[in-house]
């Protein structure tokens, strides 16, 4: 099974970028299914996530700025991050949960700077 991420970059403050993630690997629709970020000396924390087909739970910081979107068919998974902060710093993961196993994709960089 692996975690396909792209996206990522540089941006200033304001502005956009969306992450995307493919797993391959499982020939079945993967409920739980979606994003973590670990900042520069602090502990990965979750973003937004697919907690069921259709539940999702986002971290307090992203509401409202953040949507998470899904193509079932296709087991990919989307973040659009709009208003972005520099505190939004960070390397994002995939993350996916299988038969009870957690997978992780190898994390792409969002740096928000002027």
């Known amino acids: 099974v692996q975690l396909q991420a792209s996206g990522g970059g540089l941006v200033q403050p304001g502005g956009s970028l969306k992450l995307s993630c493919a797993v391959s690997?499982?020939?079945?629709?993967?409920?739980?299914l979606g994003w973590y970020r670990q900042a520069p000396g602090k502990q990965r924390e979750l973003v937004a996530l697919y907690t069921s087909r259709t539940a999702i739970a986002y971290a307090e910081a992203v509401k409202g700025r953040f949507t998470i979107s899904r193509e079932n068919a296709e087991n990919v998974v989307y973040l659009q991050m709009n208003s972005l902060k520099p505190e939004d710093t960070a390397v994002y993961y995939c993350?996916?949960?299988?038969?009870?196993?957690?997978?992780w994709g190898q994390g792409t960089l969002v740096t928000v700077s002027s």
């Open positions: 690997g499982i020939d079945d629709s993967v409920n739980i």
């Open positions: 993350y996916s949960n299988y038969n009870i196993r957690p997978y």
